[in-house]
């Protein structure tokens, strides 16, 4: 008899200590959504754009936050998610998708040997070629290559799925976003795509194609320059049709992915396109780090400022 009782006083005890551990749970999770709740305040230009987007109130707060984060590289395959499956398999399938190979030894040698390149060298970790070849080198969020170190020694450098093509390659971001994924990202969700060029441009959005391909194309750092195979003249109007090749790419899972916005935006000119965005200039320094040459980027993180040519 006493044997029971002392069992049934332990599990009142078990009981009474899960509840209190419940209790204190749940009661921080309020404190902390009251304290997150609490701290975002939309401005009147926020509460607009929602408005006219048609953002539910409770969506808003979300929204908010990512697009004042600190702008960071997230990825192709986060572009692709729920959201634009053709684009990210018609790109996985065009040279955009596939330049990592390039810095793998034995690829493309006669034109490595052109270009006074050693074709049976893996440039795969080096700094010149990942900023043309992969998305963000150097920038927060963006590609790490292999033996890549934190301070504490942990291993930090980019996964490569060989089946799903990220941040290895030249991705979304490189053309299509000054300051990286995280804020232009939550515009995009919350308007649906229903949005005008000036909205996006905001928050880091850029239209002035032409200009942003020179990033690489045509860029003095590139070793691939016209004066040494016409091959590499670039001329924008006859490259643009190949970069986006989705026509095929549409099926019934995808279709209610298509831009309904798309042909009128066209139609717009961005500021971007008035005033085109900077182009890095950037060198290696002795430390084999790469330094983007002051006032040659795009966007300024510390500022939030955008700089126009
Ligand atoms: C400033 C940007 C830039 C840098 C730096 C750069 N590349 Fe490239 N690379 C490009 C561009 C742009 C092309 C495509 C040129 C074209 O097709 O017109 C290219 C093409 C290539 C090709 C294919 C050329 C062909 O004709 O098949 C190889 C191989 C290559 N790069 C390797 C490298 C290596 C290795 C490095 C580092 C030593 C490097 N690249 C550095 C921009 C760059
Ligand atoms: C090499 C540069 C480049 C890369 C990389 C790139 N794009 Fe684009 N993108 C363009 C250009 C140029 C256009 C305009 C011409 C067109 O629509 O084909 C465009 C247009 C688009 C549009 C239509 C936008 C509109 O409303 O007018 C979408 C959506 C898009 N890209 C998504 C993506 C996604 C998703 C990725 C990555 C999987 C990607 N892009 C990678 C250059 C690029
Ligand atoms: C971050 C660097 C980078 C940017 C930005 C970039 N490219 Fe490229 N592009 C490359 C590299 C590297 C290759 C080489 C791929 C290969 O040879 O397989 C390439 C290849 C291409 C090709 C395939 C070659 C061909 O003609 O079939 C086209 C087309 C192209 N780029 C168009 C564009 C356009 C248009 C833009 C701007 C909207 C652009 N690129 C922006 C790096 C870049």
Redesign the pocket.
Known sequence: MEKRECKIGKVLKVLGLVLVALALVVGTDIEADAKKKKKIELTEEEKAMFDKWEVKPKKRAKAVKDMRKRPKFVG?TK??GSC?DA??QA?AKSS?GDTFSLLKPGTRKEAKERVKLDPEKDYTTTPLCLRCHTTGYGQRGGFKPAGSMNKKGKDTSTKIDPDEPNKEQ???E???SAVGGSQFRAVMKSSK?NFSKAETERYGQRWD?AN??TRCHMHKNTPFKPEVHDKYKFNFEER?LK??QVAEYWNEDNEDQK?E??DD??KEVGQTEKTPLVIEDFKINAAGKIRFKKGTKPYNTKTKIFIYQ
């Open positions: 192709a572009c692709n634009h684009y990210y790109w955009h030249v991705g979304c490189m053309c299509h795509g194609y942003v391909c643009k970069v986006h831009l916005k798309k935006r066209a």
